[in-house]
């Protein structure tokens, strides 16, 4: 079983739809990654959070650290937002190393 | 600022063939990482760094060589080539102590044949 696993894999939605990502992990950490990758693209964090909530435009980020849990969400989403989002979390001993999902595949239809 | 910068963004090698991947970042982070992603298999790490003259084996290292000889730089070296390597590679780096935001460069695509 993976240390860190995402669902759904693949999700399809309306433009306009409320998505949402969810990550499971079952190791101690010391904050979480999310990362975007377009197709072909390189990848670019959206958020590092260690607790609660953070938002950053249509994208909103939670962790529960408690049910070893964090939700990415992207309200009114457009086909730009069509990527795979990537979860990734940081080890409680602090060496930086990352532990990455398998990642989840979304695609916006106009 | 450019960021993490890696050469070449694509390359085509022979089975047995040598080459180096560059990875080079301008942000004076001390950590310093190479990952390889395949289809289903998400993001592994190879090799890491946590400073010049430090270098340590991740999650698949074999086949694999690094050194960091300046903070900026961070090589990574196949000595013999074999298709089993057709991947692409990311370059991440990041301030070390508690967690930081990795930045990651654009990638470079291997093909082995």
């Known amino acids: 079983k993976n240390e860190v696993e995402q669902s759904p894999q693949n999700l399809t939605a309306q433009e306009g739809e409320f998505i949402t990502i969810n990550c499971s992990y079952s190791?101690?950490?010391?904050?979480l990654h999310w990362l975007q990758q377009h197709p072909g693209g390189g990848i670019v964090s959206l958020f590092m959070l260690s607790s609660g909530k953070k938002k950053h435009g249509r994208l909103i980020a939670t962790i529960n650290i408690q049910e070893k849990h964090s939700s990415l969400h992207i309200t009114a989403s457009h086909p730009r937002d069509s990527a795979v989002y990537i979860c990734?979390?940081?080890?409680?001993?602090?060496?930086?190393?990352?532990?990455f999902g398998q990642g989840t595949t979304l695609q916006v239809k106009p | 600022n450019a960021g993490v910068t890696q050469t070449p963004k694509f390359q085509v090698l022979k089975t047995g063939q040598s080459m180096t991947l560059q990875c080079a970042q301008d942000?004076?982070?001390?950590?310093m990482s190479w990952y390889r992603q395949d289809p289903g298999m998400g993001l592994r790490l190879i090799h890491y760094s946590v400073g010049a003259g430090i270098t340590d084996q991740g999650e698949v290292p074999n086949g694999y060589n690094v050194s960091r000889s300046t903070t900026e730089d961070f090589p990574l070296r196949l000595l013999s080539a074999a298709p089993s390597q057709t991947s692409v590679y990311f370059c991440a780096s990041s301030l070390t102590g508690p967690p930081y935001e990795q930045y990651f460069g654009p990638g470079t695509r291997l093909t082995v044949t």
């Open positions: 990734a979390v940081f080890g409680s001993s602090n060496t930086g190393k990352l532990i």
């Open positions: 942000m004076n982070h001390e950590y």
């Open positions: 190791v101690g950490i010391s904050a």
